[in-house]
């Protein structure tokens, strides 16, 4: 993002925080508890997701030729290189003899060879596994899962290519991974990022001690959006003037993409929530990472970001997913068919909206 609209950014949010305020949906928003519970709908929401980009990773997990990485999406194992002339290769990590997987985690390599008879399989472009359309774009790894898809992420993202890719976070270091095999919908694990309503109860002692509460700057792109979470100490710009505000120190910005992805982007992190479908209604999987600008060879600093990516992994796992948990058990239960989204969680909205528009096609 430019400094002027960083600026603008800061201004719309600092006027929300002094008049203790949030942008607004035009008007409240019903969603049928089937919605999170129903095999129809889960059956739909998978095949919307397959259909759609997949975002996988940063594209500093592959930072030279010969570099691999793998992994999982809504349960295919999925190769990931860059091949001698830059560019990036996905393959299905599934060996044509007898389907074992050829590779585990990441690291450098020029051939592969299976685990189980020790076939070979080159690193650019065997002709023992299957290749799928794969590409790097702001910054991030993308690919479909469906061969015959052909993938155009500067169309997906429209004016969100040029934004994401200036922050930096996909060439930015990756410090860690961790998974949550979780009993929630895959759209409530989402639904947790696309509001800050919560944040005075649910993170009365972590997330709510830095930033505000019910007060947050939307707008939306498309099939995404974003949204601007200010901190606390935003309200001490009203004192200074803008050309001497440093915004990225007053705000969180949280990137919504469709269908599946939240980003969430500080001056000092990026993570990345993957979240998937699993094999019920009521089950997901989030992959959960984050990538730093900070220098992780010294081993203080190193340390330093990873307690913060440990504090922020355990918030939302037992704040935001173990409240969400029994929300799901309600929604299962049959007590209410329908629940209500605020007029100030147009992020839900948004969400919602995008996802019935993607299945009715
Ligand atoms: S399964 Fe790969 S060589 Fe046999
Ligand atoms: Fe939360």
């Known amino acids: 993002m430019d400094r002027d609209q960083l600026i ?20 409240e928003y019903t969603v049928a508890a089937e919605d999170y519970t129903s095999a129809d709908r889960l059956a739909r929401d998978r095949a919307m997701l397959m259909a759609s980009p997949q975002l996988v990773g940063y594209a500093s997990e592959l930072p030279g030729p010969g570099t691999y990485c793998t992994k999982t999406v809504m349960g295919r194992s999925i190769l990931m290189t860059r091949i001698a002339d830059g560019t ?12 074992s997987q050829v590779v585990s985690g990441c690291g450098s390599a020029r051939r592969f060879s299976c685990p189980y008879h ?6 650019s472009g065997s002709a023992r596994l299957t290749e799928l359309p794969a590409t ?7 690919l479909a899962l469906d ?24 060439r930015w270091s990756p410090l860690d991974e961790k998974v949550l095999a979780s009993p929630i919908n895959w759209k409530l694990a989402i639904d947790t990022f696309a509001e800050n309503y919560h944040f005075a109860t649910v993170h009365k002692n972590t997330f709510a001690t830095i930033a505000r509460s019910n007060c947050t700057v939307f707008d939306a792109f498309g099939a995404h959006h974003r949204l601007v979470f200010p901190l ?9 003037p803008a050309d001497q505000w440093d915004p990225l ?15 969430s982007a500080t001056i000092a992190n990026g ?16 992959v959960h990472q984050n990538s730093t600008p900070l220098d992780l060879s010294d081993e203080s600093v190193a340390a330093g970001a990873q307690a913060v990516f440990d504090y922020a992994h355990a918030t939302v796992r037992d704040e935001d997913y173990a409240l969400v948990e029994k929300l799901q058990a309600n929604l299962e239960s049959g007590a209410r068919t329908h629940l209500v989204f605020g007029r100030n969680e147009p992020g839900l909205h948004h969400r919602h909206s995008m996802w019935s528009k993607a299945i009715a096609n």
């Open 8 to 27: 603008d950014l800061t201004r719309r949010a600092l006027k929300l925080a002094r008049d203790k305020t949030t942008d607004l949906a035009p008007s």
């Open 88 to 99: 990036v290769k996905a393959f299905d990590n599934v060996c044509l003899h007898r389907q």
């Open 118 to 123: 020790g076939f070979p399989e080159t690193n």
């Open 136 to 142: 790097e774009c702001a910054g991030f790894l993308w």
């Open 147 to 170: 061969p015959r898809r052909p993938l155009d992420i500067s169309a997906h993202l429209g004016p969100l290519a040029d934004e994401l890719e200036s922050w930096g976070i996909g």
């Open 232 to 240: 606390n100490a935003i309200s001490g710009l009203d004192k200074v």
């Open 249 to 263: 120190q007053s705000m969180v910005v949280i990137y919504a993409l469709f269908p599946n992805i939240v980003i």
């Open 271 to 286: 993570e990345l929530f993957r979240v998937y479908p699993a094999d019920a209604p009521g089950h997901s999987i989030t």
